[in-house]
């Protein structure tokens, strides 16, 4: 079993709907979580951390965590094109653990 | 600007060859990490150093090393033992004690001849 779990997509949503990206991870003792952006050939981008239950809202990024269900997801409202790039679900525990990563494209 | 700088963009390794990928940095880090990105897979830690003349072994040490003299760079040498050295290295830091906030270098794509 991963670590860290993602579908790897491609995921495909139109302009302006909610995308929804979704991660599960097996250590039970992590403590942070977070959402990367890569974009093809560049660097991962920190857009989202999240250490408690809930939601945590940021712009058009809402980051939603379920510790007991071993879940995080990455909702992004009114979708753009200019989101079409790989999502990289990241736990950390003891160290950083980064999941395969999740292929969005928004089509205008 | 403060951030991280690797180079090269691009790097060809010959078979037998060595080759080393810069990472320097000017955010006053004292951890700076390695990883390996191949397609379709997370990234995985080569090395990682929190602070100058000490470094740890990661989940893919193997075939790989590195050194650290200086607080601002952490190159990492590809070996001739690595056998599939072909993937995109990433180099990042993060303020000691703050591991979960990266920052990454722009990356160096390596490939063999």
């Known amino acids: 079993q991963k670590e860290v779990e993602q579908n790897s997509g491609p995921l495909s949503v139109p302009e302006g709907a909610i995308a929804s990206l979704n991660c599960t991870y097996s250590?039970?003792?992590?403590?942070?979580f977070f959402w990367y952006r890569q974009y093809s050939g560049k660097s991962p981008e920190l857009i989202m951390s999240i250490y408690s239950n809930g939601d945590k809202e940021d712009g058009r990024f809402t980051a939603q965590l379920n510790k007991a269900s071993q879940y995080v997801s990455l909702l992004i409202r009114d979708s753009q094109p200019s989101d079409s790039a790989t999502y990289l679900c990241?736990?950390?525990?003891?160290?950083?653990?980064f999941g395969a990563g999740t292929r969005l494209t928004v089509k205008p | 600007d403060g951030g991280i700088t690797q180079s090269p963009k691009y790097l060809f390794r010959k078979e037998g060859q060595n080759v080393t990928l810069s990472c320097e940095q000017n955010?006053?880090?004292?951890?700076m990490y390695w990883y390996r990105q191949d397609p379709g897979q997370g990234l995985r830690l080569i090395y990682y150093s929190q602070i100058v003349n000490d470094f740890q072994k990661g989940d893919i040490a193997e075939g790989y090393s590195v050194s650290r003299e200086k607080k601002e760079s952490f190159p990492l040498t590809v070996t001739s033992a690595q056998k599939n050295p072909t993937a995109f290295y990433l180099c990042?830091?993060?303020?000691?004690?703050?591991?979960?906030?990266?920052?990454f270098g722009s990356g160096t794509q390596l490939s063999v001849l």
């Open positions: 955010l006053n880090h004292d951890a």
């Open positions: 990042a830091s993060s303020i000691m004690g703050a591991y979960e906030k990266l920052f």
């Open positions: 250590d039970r003792g992590s403590q942070s």
């Open positions: 990241a736990v950390m525990a003891n160290d950083m653990r």
